[in-house]
């Protein structure tokens, strides 16, 4: 899977916002509803905690669908953020952006796993080099 589109964007206008409801929608069976808002929310700040160093990326591929990142999804990747086992992360792998689930297992190099049976681990053997480039931190997808 590569990611591509690397330039920034403004997501929203600065002082954008929202209404924010006070009750929780049901994904079960249905519920009244409750018809009163509980104020609005900043998407901005909401979505983005390092705004300096949050990117968005639009993904091409099939390799992290099993963690619900698909074919022209957008993501939000924060440089700011440092790398660590489990997280999902964009990395410079021979010169190209990918976008995996880090593994760190000890004593040994990292791994960059996909979530996709379908496409391999990408393992390093020594002198090779993996540049994590930031930390995915949201998916933007259609429904």
Not at 44 to 70: K, Y
Not at 87 to 92: F, L, N, P, S, W
């Amino acid at each position: 899977m590569h990611v591509t589109n690397t330039q920034a964007v403004t997501i929203l206008e600065p002082n954008f916002t929202i209404p924010v409801l006070l009750w929780k929608i049901q994904a079960g069976f249905p519920s009244p509803a409750e018809d009163y808002a509980a104020g609005t929310i900043n998407l901005n700040t909401h979505l983005i905690h390092h705004p300096e160093a949050t990117f968005v990326l639009r993904v091409s591929g099939h390799s992290m669908q099993g963690a619900g990142i698909f074919d022209g999804d957008e993501i939000l990747v924060d440089r700011a953020l440092t790398p660590s086992d489990g997280r999902i992360v964009v990395a410079c792998v021979n010169g190209e952006m990918t976008v995996k689930r880090l593994r760190l297992p000890p004593g040994q190099p990292p791994l960059l796993v996909p979530e996709n049976p379908e496409f391999p681990t990408i393992s390093f053997q020594e002198g090779e080099e993996c540049q994590i480039w930031g930390v995915v931190t949201r998916v933007l997808h259609r429904v």
